[in-house]
């Protein structure tokens, strides 16, 4: 009797942290801006290029508030005031939209070893091989990507303090001597961009010498999502997310376009025509 009284203890115990939990990750599906301090920022691993901007010019820029933007699986996102930048704060842990928490099997899933092990015991790793992609494009997809600065070593932090609204307006000023981010130029969505036009062949045209100049330097990436990965400012197309790019020394340029273009023709039928056009 005493026996089965103390499994009952344990199981109502187990229930109420697995309960706990989930009503932790349901009401913190987003980061406040505390969350993106990392200690990984402190090792002197990821050696950049010099960054184009002056001392000055940086923190004139990043002397802006910068407002809540948006989130993605890898990154947070918030605009500055001019609307001409954003500064990117990577995740602690892949942030969760509510629609999750209405099936049965992610549920279970957020319980599950796996998801333990993804979200909170490989956190280093996931960030190391982030900074690394980030170090890659930095260094060598600059005009690509519409880098502006990228702060991931203790010795690359600007002698500035960054002020920061989250999504229901609190103010966070966060010192950059623990919190590693990107800065890029804003630019309008891929999305937004091609339903505001009448002729997608300069969209098309701008996308291909995007992917030709990061083909010819021999990087490729596996996702081609143009909704929310791309944009272009000015005119012109950049790559707005890559956590997955990959530098192929044996890659093919033709082969490397043929691949990126039909895969965008199922997605997006306003380019049917272009890839038709452009085999």
């Not at 930048?85 to 928490?101: A, E, G, M, S």
Request: hydrophobic letters at 40%; proline letters at 5%; glycine letters at 2%.
């Amino acid at each position: 009797m005493e026996t089965m009284t103390y499994l009952k203890r344990i199981f109502c115990t187990i229930v109420v942290l697995l309960g706990s939990y989930l009503v932790y990750l349901y009401t913190h599906r987003e980061f406040n801006p505390d969350a993106f301090a990392h200690a990984i920022v402190q090792h002197e691993r990821f050696p950049l290029s010099p960054a184009s901007l002056s001392p000055n010019e940086l923190k004139a820029i990043l002397s802006q508030k910068f407002s809540y933007l948006g989130f993605g699986k890898q990154m947070t996102v918030y605009e500055s005031e001019d609307h001409n930048y954003v500064i990117k704060f990577f995740n602690p842990r892949p942030p969760l939209r509510k629609t999750r928490f209405q099936s049965l099997r992610k549920i279970k899933y957020f319980c599950s070893l796996k998801w333990f092990s993804e979200a909170y015991f490989k956190k280093k790793t996931r960030l190391h091989k982030l900074f690394q992609r980030h170090a890659l494009a930095f260094n060598e997809l600059r005009d690509e990507t519409a880098l502006v600065y990228l702060h991931l070593n203790a010795s690359t932090a600007p002698d500035v303090e960054l002020h920061i609204v989250d999504k229901s307006g609190t103010l966070y000023i966060l010192d950059p001597q623990s919190v590693p981010f990107v800065l890029q130029k804003k630019a309008i969505l891929a999305s937004d961009f091609l339903h505001s036009l009448s002729d997608p062949q300069h969209a098309y045209t701008a996308l291909h010498t995007l992917f030709a100049s990061r083909a010819r330097k021999h990087f490729t990436d596996r996702i081609q999502t143009l909704h929310n990965n791309y944009g272009f400012i000015n005119g012109q197309a950049v790559q707005l997310d890559f956590g997955r790019i990959k530098k192929d020394e044996a890659l093919d340029e033709d082969k490397e376009l043929t691949r990126i273009f039909h895969s965008l023709q199922k997605s997006w039928p306003i380019f049917r025509e272009q890839v038709e056009d452009n085999p």
